[in-house]
């Protein structure tokens, strides 16, 4: 039975005796109702104090089963309620060090901070890549939710720098800064940027005035939800069929066609090799749509006699089967 169950139950029948005892009294000795239950206390929790009342013959008889049919039960539900006290601190405590460990082993991942709408789905999408995430939140009631997503999260203020320290900041990848407001983002992408220079930040923007202050604080990237909610509005109405296909190979869940970026690591076959040599279209039956240089040059529809380099990006679209196994020559292990 569950314990929260054998809880109220033991509570229940606690009350029942209390009320019984009470009545019983109160009957059987005509006591007034004060000194009827004052004499069921002292009897049921054994404190030793004298009887209320010289008691009958009878009010004795009633003493005693009082006594062996409450106390036992009032100590059992005495150690059940330390029990559940007691085991509810030990599982959260173990819990938060089990996450705590769990986040101090992590390497290379992302920081959302902030699990709003825009924060829960985003690191939906993350998971989805296989990219271990971490979650800032300072909403307790939150964290039953986080339970359920199954998301390592640490609870508190993301602009404490202790806070974004326990969430691994200086070994992760890249931190992303949705919260609530404004002043917040930009607080955080200054703190942020502070405890890890090299990270690489992306931050929401509520409005276009603080766009400029989110990328002097240390924002790699800025972007507003409500603007890109509008583009994608124009181009569903405007170009429906573009709309529709990018919706199908951008979707984690679409199989049958997907767009990735792959970079080109100094193992790979194809480095230094010629767009045209490098066999891509013949092994793989993928399409390039671009490559990105290393200096951040984007090559769109890339010449048949461009060079694969060490550290290009190259920009894919194909099944994801194809797409995987492409991932795989170009970063051999």
């Known amino acids: 039975m569950d314990k929260l169950k054998k809880l109220i139950i033991s ?59 409450g106390m036992t039960l009032v100590m059992y539900l005495a150690g059940l309620v330390v029990q559940f006290v007691v085991e509810g601190e030990i599982r959260t405590i173990l819990g938060r060090r089990k996450l705590d460990k769990s986040i101090s082993n992590l390497q290379d991942h992302y920081i959302v901070c902030g699990y709003g709408r825009i924060g829960r789905t985003l690191c939906t999408q993350i998971k989805e890549q296989g990219v271990d995430v971490v979650v800032v939140e300072k909403n307790e009631e939150m964290i039953p ?83 890109v909610g509008a583009i994608s509005m124009a181009l569903k109405l405007l170009q429906p069929s573009v709309s529709n296909f990018l919706d199908i190979a951008l979707s984690r869940k679409q199989k049958a066609i997907q767009i990735e970026e792959v970079t080109i690591s100094p193992k790979s076959k194809i480095l230094n090799v010629m767009l045209k040599d490098s066999g891509i279209r013949q092994n793989y039956n993928i399409i390039i749509i671009a490559i990105k240089k290393k200096d951040g040059e984007m090559r769109f529809n890339p010449s048949f006699e461009t060079f694969l380099e060490e550290g290009d990006t190259i920009i894919a679209m194909g099944a994801s089967l194809s797409l995987r196994k492409f991932n795989e020559e170009l970063n051999p292990q």
């Open 11 to 69: 509570t229940a029948a606690s009350i029942l005796i209390l009320t019984s005892g009470t009545v019983g009294y109160m009957l059987i000795e005509k006591w007034n109702f004060m000194d009827s239950i004052y004499m069921t206390v002292l009897t049921l929790g054994s404190v030793g104090y004298s009887e209320v009342h010289p008691l009958s013959f009878n009010g004795r008889i009633f003493t005693i089963i009082l006594i062996m049919s």
């Open 145 to 227: 939710l986080f339970e359920k997503d199954k998301i390592l999260y640490v609870y508190g203020d993301a602009s404490n720098e202790a806070i974004l320290i326990k969430a691994g900041i200086t070994n992760a990848k890249t931190l992303v800064a949705v919260l609530a407001t404004d002043i917040d983002n930009v607080f955080l992408v200054l703190t942020a940027r502070q405890l890890n220079p090299q990270i690489y930040i992306m931050a929401r923007a509520g409005s276009d005035n603080v766009r400029n202050k989110l990328i002097v604080a240390g924002a790699n990237r800025v972007e507003s939800p409500y603007e």
